[in-house]
């Protein structure tokens, strides 16, 4: 058995990382080849494990979204793990981490499986977060709100653009994280929208006031990812974030769309109860973990 890791470099590769992340995690939406091509950057490293010329695993080391350290994600197929696999993913990525000038990782673990091996090598649990879900059925259209109206950016395209400006860096502070995202505007109009159509903006006069809609799911397309939602301090207890995510469930819903699901930090007791509110179930619970490099291996 001949074990080697190699860089992921062409469309193929990434059809390959892609089949082990859609494997390992089946139930979160996967970037298209075209969105991690999108997404290549300097210092972003992705990473396939073969096992005698079959790719049973994956890696990606990247700058975490607060850009206070690197964030490494080895993926080992189920019935190739135990073999080393994961530990050899873990060890290319931590170096390269190192080397890109960091000296703290994060990772995310939603299995006891998982948490148990990144805990070997001093990765300790720092947050939480939930995942929610709501069955899409018949979902009628919100009436038309007085004080500010909603439309899709497929139909106001110059809008995303001002909501990074006037929603998104305003509110990124009261996510429930120890340091602010740090997304830029460039970030933001890739990473955070795939489908205009699908994602909707609340405006009140020439301000953008609040953000809720959808991620698309190419290789399911029965599901869809709530998109990034939230509403300026001011417009708060006044259904601005209820009112349009019911706009992006009435549209799912007369998309073909029959589930969506939507993660939740821990401390994000509005969102939480807001989603309630909206019929939505609690799913799996993942673990944000940390650990300063450079990591040991014994």
Known sequence: MTTSIRTAITDADYEAWRAVRIATMPYERCPTVAE??????????????????????????????DGERAS??????????????????????????VAQ??????ANVDDAESRLFAERFGFVETNRQVEQLRKIGD????????????VSVAER?????????QVALPTFPDMDHPVA????????ETEWINDPAAMFVAVAGNEVIGVAGLLLDSDRPERAEVGYTAVRREWRGKSVAATLKRTSMAWAAD?????????TQRGNDAMRRLNEHLGFTYGIVSITLRAPLPLTFS
């Open 36 to 65: 991690l091509r999108d997404l290549d950057r300097p210092g972003r490293l992705m990473l396939l494990a073969e096992i005698d010329g079959e790719v049973v695993g994956s890696g990606l080391a990247d700058r975490s979204q």
């Open 72 to 97: 490494l994600t080895p993926r080992v197929r189920p019935e190739f793990r135990r073999r080393g696999v994961g530990t050899g993913l873990l060890r290319v990525l931590a170096d390269h981490a």
């Open 101 to 106: 000038g960091y000296d703290m990782a994060g």
């Open 255 to 263: 998309h073909g769309i029959t589930e969506i699901y939507t993660w």
């Open 181 to 188: 995202l740090k997304v830029s505007q460039d970030d933001w």
């Open 139 to 150: 979902e009628p259209w919100p009436a038309p709100p007085t004080e500010y109206t909603i």
């Open 157 to 165: 395209p110059e809008l995303w653009a001002a909501a990074y400006h």
